[in-house]
Protein backbone atom coordinates (compact mmCIF):
# COMPACT_ATOMS: atom_id res chain seq x y z
CA UNK A 1 0.00 0.00 0.00
CA UNK A 2 1.29 3.13 -0.59
CA UNK A 3 0.22 5.94 1.50
CA UNK A 4 0.98 9.46 -0.89
CA UNK A 5 0.77 12.71 0.09
CA UNK A 6 0.31 15.78 -2.72
CA UNK A 7 1.14 19.08 -1.56
CA UNK A 8 -0.50 21.87 -4.43
CA UNK A 9 3.65 23.25 -4.54
CA UNK A 10 4.81 20.10 -5.32
CA UNK A 11 1.99 18.67 -7.56
CA UNK A 12 2.08 21.38 -9.67
CA UNK A 13 5.42 19.80 -11.21
CA UNK A 14 3.03 17.13 -11.34
CA UNK A 15 4.67 13.96 -9.56
CA UNK A 16 3.17 11.57 -6.69
CA UNK A 17 5.66 11.75 -3.91
CA UNK A 18 5.15 7.87 -2.69
CA UNK A 19 6.36 7.63 0.84
CA UNK A 20 5.79 3.94 1.45
CA UNK A 21 4.64 0.80 -0.37
CA UNK A 22 2.82 -2.22 0.66
CA UNK A 23 0.74 -5.13 -0.81
CA UNK A 24 1.52 -6.63 -4.52
CA UNK A 25 -1.44 -5.19 -6.61
CA UNK A 26 -0.01 -2.46 -9.40
CA UNK A 27 0.40 1.00 -8.32
CA UNK A 28 -1.00 3.67 -9.98
CA UNK A 29 1.55 6.01 -11.96
CA UNK A 30 1.84 9.73 -12.13
CA UNK A 31 3.89 11.82 -14.25
CA UNK A 32 4.51 15.20 -15.46
CA UNK A 33 2.04 17.72 -16.53
CA UNK A 34 2.00 18.71 -20.33
CA UNK A 35 -0.51 17.51 -22.74
CA UNK A 36 -2.24 20.41 -25.36
CA UNK A 37 -5.98 21.26 -25.54
CA UNK A 38 -7.13 18.15 -26.71
CA UNK A 39 -6.06 17.22 -23.02
CA UNK A 40 -7.28 19.62 -20.98
CA UNK A 41 -7.10 17.54 -17.73
CA UNK A 42 -3.33 17.39 -18.32
CA UNK A 43 -3.24 21.45 -18.26
CA UNK A 44 -4.78 21.79 -14.83
CA UNK A 45 -1.78 23.39 -12.45
CA UNK A 46 -1.58 21.55 -9.38
CA UNK A 47 -3.42 18.19 -10.97
CA UNK A 48 -0.94 15.06 -10.50
CA UNK A 49 -2.34 13.45 -13.35
CA UNK A 50 -2.49 9.97 -14.32
CA UNK A 51 -1.33 8.99 -17.20
CA UNK A 52 -1.13 6.11 -19.81
CA UNK A 53 1.48 3.34 -20.10
CA UNK A 54 1.24 3.83 -23.75
CA UNK A 55 1.94 6.15 -26.37
CA UNK A 56 -1.05 8.22 -27.44
CA UNK A 57 0.82 9.58 -30.82
CA UNK A 58 1.56 6.35 -32.29
CA UNK A 59 -2.02 4.57 -31.73
CA UNK A 60 -1.36 2.33 -29.03
CA UNK A 61 -3.77 0.38 -27.77
CA UNK A 62 -2.24 -1.21 -24.51
CA UNK A 63 -4.50 -1.62 -21.94
CA UNK A 64 -5.34 0.99 -19.62
CA UNK A 65 -2.70 1.24 -16.74
CA UNK A 66 -5.73 0.97 -13.85
CA UNK A 67 -7.64 -1.57 -15.94
CA UNK A 68 -9.89 -3.38 -13.64
CA UNK A 69 -9.11 -1.52 -10.60
CA UNK A 70 -11.36 0.69 -8.33
CA UNK A 71 -11.16 3.88 -6.77
CA UNK A 72 -13.23 6.52 -3.99
CA UNK A 73 -12.80 9.88 -4.94
CA UNK A 74 -14.17 12.72 -2.32
CA UNK A 75 -15.04 15.79 -3.03
CA UNK A 76 -15.71 15.03 -6.43
CA UNK A 77 -18.37 17.25 -7.37
CA UNK A 78 -16.26 20.26 -8.71
CA UNK A 79 -12.16 21.54 -9.41
CA UNK A 80 -9.27 18.94 -8.42
CA UNK A 81 -12.12 16.25 -7.47
CA UNK A 82 -13.91 16.29 -10.17
CA UNK A 83 -10.42 15.90 -12.44
CA UNK A 84 -9.37 13.30 -10.34
CA UNK A 85 -12.35 11.39 -11.12
CA UNK A 86 -12.66 11.74 -14.42
CA UNK A 87 -8.77 10.88 -14.80
CA UNK A 88 -8.95 7.92 -12.75
CA UNK A 89 -11.76 6.75 -15.20
CA UNK A 90 -9.76 7.54 -17.99
CA UNK A 91 -6.90 5.02 -16.94
CA UNK A 92 -9.76 2.33 -16.53
CA UNK A 93 -10.55 2.41 -12.78
CA UNK A 94 -14.31 1.72 -11.75
CA UNK A 95 -15.17 4.76 -9.94
CA UNK A 96 -16.93 5.89 -6.67
CA UNK A 97 -17.25 9.24 -6.26
CA UNK A 98 -18.99 11.81 -3.29
CA UNK A 99 -19.87 15.61 -1.74
CA UNK A 100 -22.19 17.09 -0.17
CA UNK A 101 -23.13 18.63 -3.31
CA UNK A 102 -26.21 17.23 -5.20
CA UNK A 103 -24.06 18.26 -7.85
CA UNK A 104 -21.35 15.50 -7.97
CA UNK A 105 -24.66 12.93 -9.80
CA UNK A 106 -23.96 14.54 -12.69
CA UNK A 107 -20.35 13.53 -12.90
CA UNK A 108 -21.60 9.74 -13.13
CA UNK A 109 -22.06 10.08 -17.24
CA UNK A 110 -18.98 11.51 -17.89
CA UNK A 111 -17.46 9.02 -15.95
CA UNK A 112 -18.71 6.26 -17.69
CA UNK A 113 -18.19 7.77 -21.19
CA UNK A 114 -14.76 6.01 -20.41
CA UNK A 115 -16.37 2.50 -20.77
CA UNK A 116 -16.02 2.00 -16.73
CA UNK A 117 -19.00 1.46 -13.91
CA UNK A 118 -18.80 4.80 -11.89
CA UNK A 119 -21.67 5.88 -8.94
CA UNK A 120 -22.35 8.97 -6.94
CA UNK A 121 -23.15 9.40 -2.87
CA UNK A 122 -24.15 12.78 -1.71
CA UNK A 123 -22.31 12.52 1.58
CA UNK A 124 -20.77 14.21 4.15
CA UNK A 125 -16.79 13.22 4.53
CA UNK A 126 -17.30 14.75 8.10
CA UNK A 127 -19.89 12.10 9.14
CA UNK A 128 -19.29 8.40 10.24
CA UNK A 129 -22.32 7.52 9.02
CA UNK A 130 -22.33 8.69 5.50
CA UNK A 131 -18.30 7.34 5.07
CA UNK A 132 -19.39 3.75 6.06
CA UNK A 133 -22.38 4.24 3.08
CA UNK A 134 -19.86 5.42 0.93
CA UNK A 135 -17.18 3.05 1.20
CA UNK A 136 -19.75 -0.17 1.98
CA UNK A 137 -21.68 0.69 -1.70
CA UNK A 138 -17.92 0.63 -2.93
CA UNK A 139 -17.12 -2.71 -1.83
CA UNK A 140 -20.46 -3.99 -2.65
CA UNK A 141 -20.36 -3.27 -6.02
CA UNK A 142 -16.61 -3.06 -6.84
CA UNK A 143 -15.46 -5.99 -4.41
CA UNK A 144 -12.59 -3.76 -3.10
CA UNK A 145 -11.19 -0.47 -3.21
CA UNK A 146 -7.58 -0.31 -4.77
CA UNK A 147 -7.36 3.74 -4.85
CA UNK A 148 -8.61 6.55 -1.96
CA UNK A 149 -7.93 10.21 -3.14
CA UNK A 150 -9.60 12.27 -0.35
CA UNK A 151 -9.87 15.45 -1.97
CA UNK A 152 -12.99 16.73 0.07
CA UNK A 153 -11.52 20.16 1.34
CA UNK A 154 -12.75 23.65 2.95
CA UNK A 155 -12.02 26.72 3.89
CA UNK A 156 -12.96 29.57 6.18
CA UNK A 157 -11.20 32.93 7.31
CA UNK A 158 -10.46 32.58 10.92
CA UNK A 159 -8.68 35.48 13.10
CA UNK A 160 -7.01 35.19 16.52
CA UNK A 161 -9.16 37.85 17.46
CA UNK A 162 -12.79 35.76 16.37
CA UNK A 163 -15.21 35.69 19.45
CA UNK A 164 -15.73 31.95 21.17
CA UNK A 165 -18.86 30.76 19.15
CA UNK A 166 -17.53 31.95 15.57
CA UNK A 167 -14.35 29.90 16.66
CA UNK A 168 -16.22 26.93 17.71
CA UNK A 169 -18.56 26.79 14.10
CA UNK A 170 -15.16 27.61 12.12
CA UNK A 171 -13.67 24.62 13.74
CA UNK A 172 -16.03 21.90 13.24
CA UNK A 173 -16.46 23.10 10.03
CA UNK A 174 -12.67 23.40 8.67
CA UNK A 175 -11.80 20.31 10.35
CA UNK A 176 -14.39 17.91 10.10
CA UNK A 177 -13.85 18.02 6.06
CA UNK A 178 -10.54 18.79 5.66
CA UNK A 179 -9.10 16.07 8.81
CA UNK A 180 -12.00 14.13 10.22
CA UNK A 181 -12.59 13.53 6.85
CA UNK A 182 -9.33 12.40 5.98
CA UNK A 183 -9.12 10.25 8.45
CA UNK A 184 -12.34 8.62 8.59
CA UNK A 185 -12.04 7.56 5.12
CA UNK A 186 -8.59 6.00 5.74
CA UNK A 187 -9.47 4.26 8.49
CA UNK A 188 -12.63 2.75 6.28
CA UNK A 189 -10.71 1.48 3.31
CA UNK A 190 -7.15 0.32 5.14
CA UNK A 191 -8.85 -3.20 6.36
CA UNK A 192 -10.73 -3.53 2.61
CA UNK A 193 -6.80 -3.01 0.98
CA UNK A 194 -5.18 -5.11 2.85
CA UNK A 195 -7.45 -7.51 2.26
CA UNK A 196 -7.32 -7.31 -1.50
CA UNK A 197 -3.49 -7.33 -0.96
CA UNK A 198 -2.55 -3.26 -1.09
CA UNK A 199 -3.77 -0.50 -2.51
CA UNK A 200 -2.42 3.34 -3.17
CA UNK A 201 -4.19 6.35 -0.71
CA UNK A 202 -3.59 9.88 -2.08
CA UNK A 203 -3.99 12.31 0.43
CA UNK A 204 -4.45 16.75 -0.64
CA UNK A 205 -2.03 18.57 1.64
CA UNK A 206 -0.89 22.29 0.79
CA UNK A 207 2.44 23.69 0.14
CA UNK A 208 0.65 26.86 2.59
CA UNK A 209 2.19 25.13 5.52
CA UNK A 210 5.92 25.08 4.34
CA UNK A 211 7.80 26.19 1.47
CA UNK A 212 7.79 23.24 -0.40
CA UNK A 213 4.74 21.12 1.02
CA UNK A 214 6.39 19.43 4.00
CA UNK A 215 7.05 19.51 7.45
CA UNK A 216 10.55 19.13 6.97
CA UNK A 217 12.01 21.56 4.03
CA UNK A 218 12.61 25.11 4.26
CA UNK A 219 14.03 26.27 2.13
CA UNK A 220 13.44 26.25 -2.53
CA UNK A 221 17.15 24.85 -2.48
CA UNK A 222 16.22 22.20 -0.53
CA UNK A 223 13.01 20.99 -3.96
CA UNK A 224 14.95 21.06 -6.35
CA UNK A 225 11.44 20.97 -8.02
CA UNK A 226 9.86 23.32 -6.53
CA UNK A 227 7.82 25.89 -8.69
CA UNK A 228 8.28 28.66 -5.88
CA UNK A 229 11.86 28.77 -6.58
CA UNK A 230 12.12 32.04 -8.68
CA UNK A 231 10.18 33.33 -5.69
CA UNK A 232 12.44 32.80 -3.21
CA UNK A 233 11.97 31.06 0.30
CA UNK A 234 8.54 31.91 2.43
CA UNK A 235 8.25 31.11 6.52
CA UNK A 236 6.45 28.29 7.41
CA UNK A 237 3.20 28.62 9.04
CA UNK A 238 0.32 30.63 7.35
CA UNK A 239 -0.68 34.08 6.85
CA UNK A 240 -3.74 35.82 8.49
CA UNK A 241 -6.78 34.41 8.59
CA UNK A 242 -5.34 30.70 8.04
CA UNK A 243 -5.23 29.14 11.01
CA UNK A 244 -7.95 26.49 11.16
CA UNK A 245 -6.98 25.45 7.48
CA UNK A 246 -3.35 25.42 8.17
CA UNK A 247 -3.81 23.09 11.29
CA UNK A 248 -5.76 20.92 9.42
CA UNK A 249 -3.22 20.18 6.63
CA UNK A 250 -0.31 19.50 9.05
CA UNK A 251 -2.87 17.24 11.17
CA UNK A 252 -2.72 15.48 7.21
CA UNK A 253 0.97 14.74 7.47
CA UNK A 254 0.49 13.85 11.24
CA UNK A 255 -1.08 10.59 10.13
CA UNK A 256 -0.19 10.21 6.57
CA UNK A 257 3.23 9.59 8.06
CA UNK A 258 2.77 6.63 10.49
CA UNK A 259 0.40 5.02 8.25
CA UNK A 260 3.21 4.55 5.38
CA UNK A 261 5.21 3.72 8.01
CA UNK A 262 2.94 0.73 9.97
CA UNK A 263 1.62 -0.55 6.14
CA UNK A 264 4.84 -1.12 4.65
CA UNK A 265 5.64 -4.53 3.56
Not at 169 to 189: E, I, S
Amino acid sequence: MSASQTASGEAATGRLRRITRCGSKRRARASRIGGSPEEPLRNIRGLAIMRPSYDRARGGSMPRSLEGQSAIVTGAALGLGNAFARALAGEGANVTVCDVREEVNDLVPALEASGVQAQAFVADVGVVEDVRRVVDGHVDRFGGVDVLVSNAGVWRASTATDDLDKTLDDYDFVVNTNLKGVYLFGRAVIPHMIAGGGGNIVHISSDHIATCGTPYRRGCDEAPDCVWRDQGPRPTGGGPDMDLYDASKWGINGFTIPWSKALRE
